[in-house]
């Protein structure tokens, strides 16, 4: 049965059903296994043809809980949640591709996603071509007879880089193709990929979802059909989610609309002030319109997210030099928290890609990512501009 409410109404109020001691905030349900009255409920459950728990492995109240939240801030049909966010862009790919099948990418993906391609596809026989996402019609010229998958992220991580999703939605359906969206950067509260034309979204739930840094997540959701298959390969391979985990997140997405508001207004109001700071080439952020993909990004989100990237005059080094001069700002490997977060991908979490694979994807010696967390922005932007000219002395 379809909601009748507004979609932050229904983060706050989808809950599992009360137990007889009526609490208000839903317990966790910290259980590995359930248990039946009898054989005939055993055996229907173990047939599937009950919707029962059998195994937290295979479903949980607690982490059915967050699944349903997920759905209806998306508009999905169905969907199921892992363990991370890679094990559920993993999880994706395993349950379509078939030896001697091909999947096109985006350039400009997660360094981990990277290596999955790179690595370990060919041990399977899977093959790949990369897109420049600035030339998203030439899509259709890597089509080939075996292509099973496009696959995207938008914006993308770390050079925000905006791929128009409904133009890949045509190219897909032309050609019987499945599209799936990584939707981390945005959420669904600033985009949602199903409606413009994609057949499954992939969220790693660690970053905006949680919001706090506190547990890890992924969630796929889409068309019935294609989350049964994601399921089959969970429910066998194991990266599921652990109810503690699930009862955190969901928890979480009760304030996903007001976070991600006040992360994006803070990210652009920082944004325009650094454009004209004396000691950055660039400044990138969807809703600055000299983002080169700009009038995509207005038409497919309704803010810009909680990201900014920028390139310090100086390269490399320099941009070293202005991590170690932040005071304020954390340095870590995550992002989309409520603290504000620096970091330098050529140095970390790219570094294994070739200086040449960095640069396609626009991975440059000296662009920093910022995650620009809820404290306020005049702080944020104020340990930012000391850090410049700290490591521009």
């Not at 054989?39 to 059998?54: G, H, K, L, P």
């Not at 100086?314 to 202005?322: D, I, N, T, Y």
């Not at 304020?328 to 490997?333: D, P």
Request: charged residues 20%.
């Amino acid at each position: 049965m379809k909601s009748t409410y507004h979609p932050e109404t229904d983060a706050v109020r989808i809950q599992t059903h009360r137990t007889e001691q009526m609490e208000h905030a839903t317990p966790m349900f910290l259980t590995s296994s359930f248990v039946f009255d009898n054989a005939e409920d055993m055996r229907a459950a173990f047939a599937d043809e009950t919707d029962d728990n059998i195994y937290s492995r295979f479903s949980n109240p607690t982490v059915d809980e967050f699944v349903r939240k997920m759905v209806a801030l998306e508009k999905a049909e169905d969907g199921f949640a892992t363990a991370s966010g890679m094990s559920a862009v993993f999880a994706s790919f395993m349950a379509f591709l078939k030896t001697g099948e091909h999947i096109i990418s985006s350039r400009s993906i997660f360094g981990s996603t990277h290596t999955v391609f790179t690595k370990f596809f060919p041990k399977w026989g899977f093959s790949f071509d990369y897109f420049d996402m600035n030339d998203p019609a030439a899509v259709e010229a890597l089509v080939k007879p075996n292509t099973r998958i496009i696959y995207i992220e938008t914006p993308s991580n770390p050079g925000l880089e905006i791929v128009d999703i409904a133009l890949l939605a045509t190219i897909a359906k032309k050609h019987n193709l499945l599209l799936f969206v990584d939707n981390c950067f945005a959420t669904p509260v600033l985009q949602r990929p199903l409606e413009l034309g994609a057949d499954l979204v992939i969220h790693s739930a660690t970053k905006w979802i949680d919001g706090q840094g506190r547990v890890l997540g992924g969630a796929v959701v889409g068309r019935k059909d294609l989350v049964k298959e994601v399921y089959t390969f969970c429910r066998s391979t194991g990266p599921s989610m652990s109810p503690f985990n699930a009862w955190v997140l969901s928890k979480s997405l009760e304030t996903l609309h007001v976070r991600m508001n006040r992360h994006s207004e803070s990210a652009l109001t920082i944004a325009k002030k650094l454009e004209s700071n004396p000691h950055l080439e660039w400044v990138k952020y969807p809703m600055l319109p000299s983002h080169p993909q700009h009038e995509i990004a207005k038409k497919q989100m309704t803010q810009g997210g909680g990201i900014v990237c920028f390139e310090i005059k100086g390269g490399l080094e320099q941009g070293r030099r202005f991590l170690n001069n932040l005071k304020m700002l954390s340095l870590t490997a995550n992002l989309g928290d409520s603290r504000s977060i620096a970091s330098h991908p050529s140095s970390t979490t790219h570094a294994k890609l070739t200086e040449e694979e960095r640069l396609k994807v626009s991975i440059t010696p000296g662009l920093i990512r910022i995650s620009v967390g809820l404290e306020h922005p005049d702080d944020i932007l104020q340990d930012i501009e000391q850090a410049l000219e700290k490591s521009m002395g």
